[in-house]
């Protein structure tokens, strides 16, 4: 059996499969445009990248991508530069904009006026019905089991019957997810689609290096830890040696604050890690092409089930193995 026609606005994918946005680095033109073209939906993180480079790589993700395929663009409501990156990738007409760490009436009036749609982020029914209200076209529900910054401490298929019953637009179901039988669950339960992230960062075609995919397919169920960052906020992260230096109180000596975040701990400077998992250039806040990434000394986020993943697969072979155990959980549901 195939799987239910996903529509949101004028998106309509082979696959109802978002590919979560993952910054630093981690999800750029060559992911989001793989997973665009595997029939999925891909999805570019503004986070940690100037104006001008997700401008390059909105671009480039248009030009790879064969056919209808789908390119979205994450930012951030948290981050100092939101309404310039959310601006920008309206003018270069992307399919949709997805944000997270708040919300603001003026994201969806943007959209609006340029007639692309707004998906919200959201880890409650009262957040999904102040969304709604305010013009999301859709809502992404990210359960406890995510990666990264943690919105709730709820299990995602706890919080997805209070968010269906809530509203009327489609909903996503998000964090935990990495099977088919996943995605089949998550859509008898009245989801409309799923939103993946984890799986991906292990991929061929995922823009982080090599050696920060690797340390998915090395990772444990007991390796991953809950961090504080300076967001205010747990993250789920693969413990390392920076883990252990911020599971402490004194403030890090950092190279160079970026003054990303509205409001900050300054304790340490949670981009700055990043873009040292990443190879970045943390001095001028620059994510390079093929860098090699230092994995012990920065953060490494990562979903609940990172310990699942064995080995770096391209996104078609991963999109072609969720739509098999799809079939084959509805089939013998």
Same mark, same amino acid.
């Given at each position: 059996?195939?799987?239910?026609q996903?529509?949101i606005a004028? $998106?309509m994918?082979?696959?109802?499969?978002f590919q979560?946005?993952?910054?630093?680095?981690?999800?750029?033109s060559?992911?989001a445009?793989?997973?665009?073209n595997?029939?999925g939906?891909?999805?570019?993180?503004?986070?940690?990248?100037?104006t001008?480079?997700m401008r390059? =790589?909105?671009?480039?993700?248009? +030009?790879?991508v064969q056919?209808a395929g789908y390119?979205g663009?994450?930012? %951030?409501f948290?981050?100092t530069?939101?309404a310039?990156?959310?601006k920008?990738?309206?003018?270069?007409k992307? #399919?949709?904009i997805?944000?997270?760490?708040?919300?603001s009436?003026?994201m969806y009036?943007?959209?609006?006026e340029?007639g692309?749609p707004?998906?919200? $982020?959201?880890?409650?029914?009262?957040?999904?019905?102040?969304?709604e209200? %305010?013009?999301?076209?859709?809502v992404v529900?990210?359960?406890?089991e995510?990666g990264? =910054?943690l919105?709730t #401490?709820r299990p995602?298929?706890?919080?997805l019957?209070?968010? %269906?019953e809530?509203?009327?637009?489609?909903?996503l179901?998000a964090?935990?997810i990495m099977t088919g039988?996943?995605?089949?669950k998550?859509?008898s339960m009245?989801?409309s689609g799923v939103q993946m992230g984890t799986?991906?960062a292990? +991929?061929?075609e995922?823009?982080?290096?090599l050696?920060?995919?690797q340390?998915?397919?090395?990772a444990?169920?007991? #390796?991953l830890?809950?961090?504080?960052?300076?967001v205010? %906020?747990?993250?789920r992260?693969i413990?390392n040696?920076?883990t252990?230096?911020?599971?402490?109180s004194d403030?890090?000596k950092?190279?160079k604050?970026h003054?990303?975040?509205?409001n900050?701990s300054y304790r340490?400077?949670t981009l700055?890690s990043m873009?040292?998992?990443v190879?970045g250039?943390?001095e001028n806040?620059?994510?390079?092409?093929?860098?090699?990434?230092?994995v012990?000394?920065?953060?490494?986020f990562?979903?609940?089930?990172?310990?699942?993943i064995k080995?770096?697969l391209?996104?078609q072979?991963?999109? #072609?193995?969720?739509t098999?155990?799809?079939?084959n959980a509805?089939k013998?549901a």
């Open positions: 059996m195939n799987f239910p996903l529509k004028h $998106i994918p082979k696959v109802p499969i979560g946005g993952m910054g630093v680095g981690i999800s750029l060559k992911l445009s793989a997973v665009a595997a029939g939906v891909g999805i570019i993180s503004g986070t940690g990248i100037s001008d480079e390059d =790589h909105i671009r480039k993700a248009k +030009s790879l056919g390119i663009v994450n930012v %951030l948290a981050m530069d939101f310039e990156k959310m920008a990738a309206l003018e270069e992307v #399919d949709f997805i944000s997270g760490a708040g919300i009436r003026d009036a943007w959209g609006r340029a692309i707004v998906i919200s $982020i959201v880890s409650s029914a009262k957040l999904a019905r102040i969304s209200r %305010l013009g999301a076209a859709a529900v990210e359960g406890f995510a990264g =910054h919105g #401490d995602m298929f706890d919080i019957p209070e968010v %269906l809530a509203v009327s637009i489609p909903v179901a964090g935990g039988e996943d995605i089949a998550a859509i009245g989801a799986r991906f292990a +991929s061929e995922c823009d982080a290096p050696s920060f995919k340390k998915y397919v090395n444990r169920q007991e #390796d830890v809950l961090v504080k960052t300076t205010g %906020l747990h993250g992260a413990a040696n920076f252990k230096l911020i599971s402490g403030k890090l950092i190279t604050c003054d990303c975040l509205k900050c340490f400077c700055d873009f040292r998992t190879g250039d943390t806040g620059h994510v390079f092409a093929g860098a090699q990434g230092d012990e000394n920065g953060l490494v990562a979903g609940a089930r990172v310990g699942e080995d770096i391209p996104v072979t991963i999109i #072609d193995n969720l098999a155990e799809y079939q509805v013998f």
